[in-house]
């Protein structure tokens, strides 16, 4: 008996040693739960003879259980590596078959999965192409190709406009600032300041001739760069051309429809294809390009009522043509060419000639309040700021707001006023070129309306992305009817129409800032890194500054954690004694969170274990030594014959 009971501590030291190098090997393999060897004693004994027999016949084996204590986390230098701190394990698909595991050591296959070294799949929570994280588990899989562009649909400006800024002011002619640059029949200009000195007089371009027409090629711009030659004097043309659109719109029905436009008597630009209303007309007149000095785009058209207006902002001379089946002479069209003319505080008086004569008296008067905005003239605004907006194909385009005081519509009691107008890369929006938006404040600094709209915005249906050239980019447009546009703008956008909220906007005494300012578009962008949340979500981020969310890591738990059986590589498979797993996102119920560019260590205590392979090799020595007590006694024994 004494042979049996030490083979079986020779046995149970055997496992004992065995388990105790496992864990050794094991003490660098990450994920890597130690196990302990536990032991049974062993007696004979029956129904019957319970308690009969005190001497035991040796020890076994009862378990080799794992300890699932957490172990050391270390971080590294891989953005996948994962390491889970508190309790759950990591979801594996193994070609179908479903592990688990602590080791936290993934990458990216060539399909783009998040693999362990054994490629098998991590699963967790898909996301949709926004972003949205779904409650539907899958194999996680880095998407990476381009992030498509968004399109900007909201502008979010939380500005603060100085209370204290007054309202602009010019010193104008007595009987009005617009003159018809036909009566500058080359009469001079000069210039009486308020310390006394005379400027040099300025002889003003010829624009008529004999009979009284203006001369082609020379435009109003031409006498308002005389006069900002002269100190003190600001001045600016603009000509405006009106058509009847009845009359277009016959002629444009009739078929074979031409029309031109031609500035200063350059070649003209002509429009007879692609035209089958008055709008296609009009359409074509804003995007296309007219020869100007700069390359500056000034011509714009617009139907207003019963007429077809033509703009030049520059004053240059616009000749228009046009026929058709319909008509072989063009209708009679209305010229108009008026020069702004404007002189600052330095300025005591104006002498000029017979231009003046009937419009001006003498001395300049008391200065009159005027808020003529000019986006290329400082003095005519007090507060601007740019941000960068996309349209539908990601080019980007900078839109300027320019706040303008007005004149307080309570005598400066209990409300104050400003303008806002709106520019997209040096093009007026918004038909803010028309009329500006009117911001009202209450007494408290908090904005009250805008064009009487308490939500505080601007809808911007008018506009049309272009690229450098100033021609049409080829992304979506405004829509064909603006009025149908409504805030907020609804997803999926089939326009280039967008809200300015200014619905944060305050007016205290205090400098003009911009508190924040967002916007909701973005242009194309790369894959350029990962990052990982403690919640276990995946977070793409692109060269466009945007990020967005590729899954959530999948955790799971088990009321049993140790009837888990161990299937080599660091992970386990369910068991009838582990029940089933408890599947949810980390950070959530008891399921611990994720801890990224960190893996967890094995738990092994590679100190106790050597203390562990000491004890063992004891026990295994001393079991060895009862045998050969035992075989000692058994050859005296045999001796004794």
Do not use: C
Not at 29 to 51: I, W
Not at 74 to 95: C, K, Q, V
Not at 386 to 397: A, E, F, Q, R, V
Not at 516 to 542: E, H, I, K, M, P
């Amino acid at each position: 008996m004494a042979f049996n009971t030490g083979l079986s501590g020779l046995r149970a030291a055997s496992v004992d040693l065995d388990v105790t190098g496992n864990n050794i090997a094991n003490a660098s393999t990450v994920g890597f739960k130690g196990s302990k060897a536990q032991f049974g004693d062993l007696y004979a004994s029956g129904f019957l003879s319970a308690g009969t027999n005190p001497i035991g016949d040796g020890v076994r084996v009862q378990d080799v259980k794992q300890s699932f204590g957490q172990g050391n986390i270390s971080f590294t230098d891989n953005g996948l590596d994962m390491a889970i701190s508190g309790d759950g394990f990591f979801i594996l698909n193994n070609g179908g078959e479903i592990r688990y595991s602590r080791a936290g050591q993934f990458g990216i296959d060539k399909e783009g999965y998040v693999t362990n070294n054994q490629n098998m799949r991590v699963q967790g929570y898909t996301a949709d192409e926004d972003g949205n994280l779904s409650g539907i588990r899958g194999d996680l899989q880095i998407a990476t190709d381009n992030l498509a562009p968004r399109r900007t649909t909201n502008l979010q400006s939380d500005l603060n406009l100085d209370s204290r800024e007054p309202v602009l002011e010019n010193r104008v002619i007595s009987l009005g600032d617009y003159l018809d640059p036909r009566n500058f029949d080359g009469n001079s200009v000069s210039v009486t300041y308020q310390d006394g000195t005379t400027s040099t007089p300025v002889t003003l371009s010829s624009l008529e001739d004999a009979s009284g027409t203006l001369i082609t090629g020379v435009g109003a711009n031409t006498v308002a760069d005389e006069l900002n030659n002269i100190d003190g004097l600001s001045a600016s043309a603009t000509t405006k051309l009106t058509l009847n659109s009845t009359d277009l719109s016959t002629a444009i029905s009739s078929g074979n429809f031409n029309f031109s436009i031609a500035l200063n008597g350059s070649s003209p630009v002509v429009f007879n294809s692609g035209i089958s209303n008055l709008q296609d007309l009009v359409d074509a007149i804003n995007s296309a390009n007219f020869p100007s000095p700069d390359v500056l785009d000034t011509v714009s058209a617009k139907e207003v009522g019963t007429d077809l207006v033509i703009r030049d902002s520059r004053g240059q001379t616009v000749d228009v043509s046009f026929s058709s089946n319909a008509v072989t002479d063009d209708p009679p069209a209305q010229l108009g060419t008026i020069v702004s003319l404007r002189a600052d505080s330095s300025v005591q008086d104006v002498t000029g000639s017979t231009f003046l004569a009937g419009q001006y008296d003498s001395g300049l008067g008391s200065p009159i309040i005027t808020n003529a905005f000019n986006p290329i003239d400082q003095r005519t605004y007090n507060h601007a700021t740019s941000t960068t907006i996309y349209d539908s194909l990601g080019n980007s385009h900078e839109l300027t707001q320019f706040f303008v005081k007005d004149p307080s519509p309570g005598n400066g009691v209990g409300q104050s006023q400003w303008s806002v107008y709106v520019q997209i890369d040096g093009e007026m929006v918004a038909n803010t070129d028309q009329q500006p938006y009117t911001a009202v404040f209450n007494q408290d600094g908090s904005l009250e309306s805008i064009n009487g709209d308490a939500n505080g915005e601007i809808i911007v249906a008018d506009w049309i992305p272009k690229d450098a050239n100033g021609d049409p980019n080829g992304s979506d447009g405004p829509p064909a009817d603006p009025t149908t546009v409504v805030s907020p703008i609804p997803e999926p956008p089939t326009s280039s129409a967008f809200v300015i909220d200014l619905a944060g906007t305050t007016q205290y005494g205090a400098a003009f800032g911009v508190n924040d300012q967002q916007q909701n578009g973005y242009t194309t962008g790369r894959l350029s890194g990962l990052d990982v949340s403690d919640q276990g979500v995946l977070f793409a981020r692109y060269t466009n500054g945007q990020s967005k969310s590729l899954g959530q890591v999948a955790l799971a738990a088990f009321n049993n954690t140790n009837g888990l059986s161990p299937v080599g590589d660091t992970s386990w498979v369910e068991t009838f004694e582990s029940g089933q797993p408890i599947i949810g996102a980390p950070d959530t119920g008891t399921l611990g969170a994720i801890k990224a560019s960190s893996l967890e260590e094995s738990n092994v205590d590679l100190s106790a274990e050597l203390v562990n392979l000491i004890i063992a090799q004891r026990n295994y020595q001393a079991n060895a030594k009862t045998i050969e007590t035992a075989d000692a006694v058994t050859q005296t024994i045999i001796n004794l014959r």
